[in-house]
């Protein structure tokens, strides 16, 4: 039976990890901040050691955007120190690294969907520490999967989608940006296709793309989001970014392209508006 250790599972990612995996016949054995802190190089290499586990997916990051931007020393351990604990455990116990992360290492200039080889060029402290963390893992001789998604929402996080429902309760008006283009991806989505990857696996060291198909500005998403969960008494205003002054600067376009791992392993989540649908189910928001 394989065994797969999953880092960062109380994470809005981790939980539907969690529960993806454990629909299939694994060893799984789960950790977060409480009971492993992957910016200590010997914690995790112990940890990783007493269990020995044959793949370790990192779900564990520091995720909130506009806060790396002051402490990007904390954005730094985890997401670039803590990957790189992480690899150097695989390679010292042979283990595969399934890696998240985003389509935040672009700059967000190009005019078309990201592939995986294109230059990478953040410009946040997020996009940063991320893009470090991809790098030295590819550099530390461990075997990986590297996986970037974009624009995240599932049940056990704060999102966009909760956070325009919260919003259409309680105001008339939302302003939404519209100059800033991606793919939203449910995380149960992603979560299923990890799986997917592990029993499939073709045991090359690659970086892929995976996000829900299709694409929007957070405009769309949220008249999507008003549409689906039935608030369209409150209406959606486009803005353009400059009318939202924010810490961190974020890529203008961070659409990117699947086809690679469709190529490599059939894999194709569905169009992000499918994927919105059946989050609507599955939490049943307040459906009106
Ligand atoms: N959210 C997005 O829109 C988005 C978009 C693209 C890519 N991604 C990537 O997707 C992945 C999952 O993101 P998410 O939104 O699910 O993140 P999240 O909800 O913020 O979860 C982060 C997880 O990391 C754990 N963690 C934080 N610091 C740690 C440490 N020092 N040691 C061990 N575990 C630690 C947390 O544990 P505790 O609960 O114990 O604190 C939690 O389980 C990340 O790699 C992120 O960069 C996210």
């Known amino acids: 039976m394989l065994k797969i250790a999953l880092i960062g599972s109380t994470g809005m990612l981790g939980i539907d990890v969690n529960a993806a995996l454990k629909g299939v016949n694994f060893l799984l054995k789960n950790y977060n901040s409480k009971n492993l802190d992957i910016t200590d190089a010997r914690l995790t290499l112990d940890a990783m050691n007493?269990?020995?586990?044959?793949?370790?997916?990192?779900?564990?990051?520091?995720?909130?955007?506009?806060?790396?931007?002051?402490?990007?020393?904390k954005a730094d351990a985890v997401n670039h120190l803590g990957a790189q604990n992480l690899a150097e455990a695989a390679l010292a116990l042979d283990s595969r690294i399934v890696h998240i992360s985003t389509d935040y290492v672009f700059d967000g200039t190009k005019k078309t969907p990201y592939f995986e080889d294109d230059e990478t060029n953040p410009i946040n402290e997020y996009g940063l520490?991320?893009?470090?963390?991809?790098?030295?893992?590819?550099?530390?001789?461990?075997?990986?999967?590297?996986?970037r998604t974009s624009w995240l929402y599932g049940k056990n996080g704060k999102n966009f989608v909760n956070t325009i429902l919260k919003l259409a309760d309680n105001q008339k008006k939302i302003e939404v940006v519209n100059d800033q283009?991606?793919?939203?991806?449910?995380?149960?989505?992603?979560?299923?296709?990890?799986?997917?990857?592990?029993?499939?696996?073709?045991?090359?060291?690659?970086?892929?793309?995976?996000?829900?198909?299709?694409?929007?500005?957070?405009?769309?998403?949220?008249?999507?989001?008003?549409?689906?969960?039935?608030?369209?008494?409150?209406e959606i205003i486009p803005v353009s970014t400059?009318?939202?002054?924010?810490?961190?600067?974020?890529?203008?376009?961070?659409?990117?392209?699947?086809?690679?791992?469709?190529?490599?392993?059939?894999?194709?989540?569905?169009?992000?508006k499918d994927a919105l649908r059946k989050y609507c189910n599955d939490i049943g928001y307040f459906i009106r």
Do not use: M
């Open 181 to 234: 283009i991606g793919c939203p991806t449910y995380t149960k989505d992603v979560a299923y296709a990890i799986s997917e990857i592990i029993l499939k696996d073709n045991s090359k060291n690659e970086i892929y793309h995976l996000t829900n198909s299709g694409s929007a500005s957070w405009y769309e998403f949220a008249l999507e989001i008003i549409h689906v969960f039935k608030r369209t008494n409150c």
């Open 129 to 147: 520490s991320k893009l470090k963390g991809e790098s030295d893992i590819q550099d530390s001789g461990a075997s990986y999967i590297i996986l």
């Open 242 to 272: 400059d009318k939202f002054v924010r810490p961190a600067k974020r890529p203008f376009n961070s659409i990117l392209d699947n086809s690679k791992i469709k190529e490599d392993y059939n894999i194709e989540l569905r169009h992000w």
């Open 50 to 73: 007493n269990f020995k586990p044959d793949y370790i997916i990192n779900c564990a990051a520091f995720a909130f955007v506009d806060l790396a931007e002051e402490e990007k020393e």
